[in-house]
T-cell receptor
Framework: GQNIDQPTEMTATEGAIVQINCTYQ??????LFWYQQHAGEAPTFLSY????GLEEKGRFSSFLSRSKGYSYLLLKELQMKDSASYLC????????????FGTGTRLTVIP | GAVVSQHPSRVICKSGTSVKIECRSL??????MFWYRQFPKQSLMLMAT?????????EQGVEKDKFLINHASLTLSTLTVTSAHPEDSSFYIC????????????FGEGSWLTVV
């Protein structure tokens, strides 16, 4: 089975840096995704990590430690439009490489 | 880039009726598609994995006779909510995998179902 944990809500200030953590337990780990989801819309892809380390993409970075079952998403230079839910999803190769999602972290960016 | 389209984006149906949601991969073939359900302020919950030409694999707790999934071609999967009830009202999202085993997955726009 899968067990994916994220904080439910976070608040950060415009221009600041925020780190959203995700811990997971899964039997057949085959990569971890981060998605952004605005209310009422489908998720949009942010990052994919399958090896340990940091992946940087503009203002967004994602880190993975497979031995610790831990990932984080780092958002720099926060903008108001970054207010959204951030979903951590783990790919489990036990079945059909299904994606299983955490509860999501609702980030509110304040002026 | 690759696009996955869902239709309808919003649907209202009467309790007891059935409603079909389509998920299409517009410019690639998708051997595997996934159906998710999302209740307000909750995360996506995987309902089933849809494989072209074979029966769908349902997650525990999802009634396969209520949520009928058909993946008749490499570009189309359908989810039919049968005998819908108000508690089935939710946001349904499909995703499609690019290739047979890769980790590139594209999401549809989602479909809002309201059962009255």
């Amino acid at each position: 089975g899968q067990n994916i944990d994220q904080p439910t809500e976070m608040t950060a200030t415009e221009g600041a840096i925020v780190q959203i953590n995700c811990t997971y337990q899964t039997s057949g780990f085959n990569g971890l995704f981060w998605y952004q989801q605005h209310a009422g819309e489908a998720p949009t892809f942010l990052s994919y990590n399958v090896l340990d380390g940091l992946e940087e993409k503009g203002r967004f970075s994602s880190f993975l430690s497979r031995s610790k079952g831990y990932s984080y998403l780092l958002l720099k230079e926060l903008q108001m439009k970054d207010s959204a839910s951030y979903l951590c999803a783990v790919c489990d190769q036990t079945g059909a490489n299904n994606l299983f999602f955490g509860t999501g972290t609702r980030l509110t960016v304040i002026p | 880039g690759a696009v996955v389209s869902q239709h309808p984006s919003r649907v209202i149906c009467k309790s007891g009726t059935s409603v079909k949601i389509e998920c299409r991969s517009l410019d690639f073939q998708a051997t595997t598609m996934f159906w998710y359900r999302q209740f307000p302020k909750q995360s996506l919950m995987l309902m089933a994995t849809s494989n072209e030409g074979s029966k769908a694999t349902y997650e525990q707790g999802v009634e396969k006779d209520k949520f009928l999934i058909n993946h008749a071609s490499l570009t189309l999967s359908t989810l039919t909510v049968t005998s819908a009830h108000p508690e089935d009202s939710s946001f349904y999202i499909c995703s499609a995998r690019l290739g047979s085993s890769g980790n590139t997955i594209y999401f549809g726009e989602g479909s809002w179902l309201t059962v009255v």
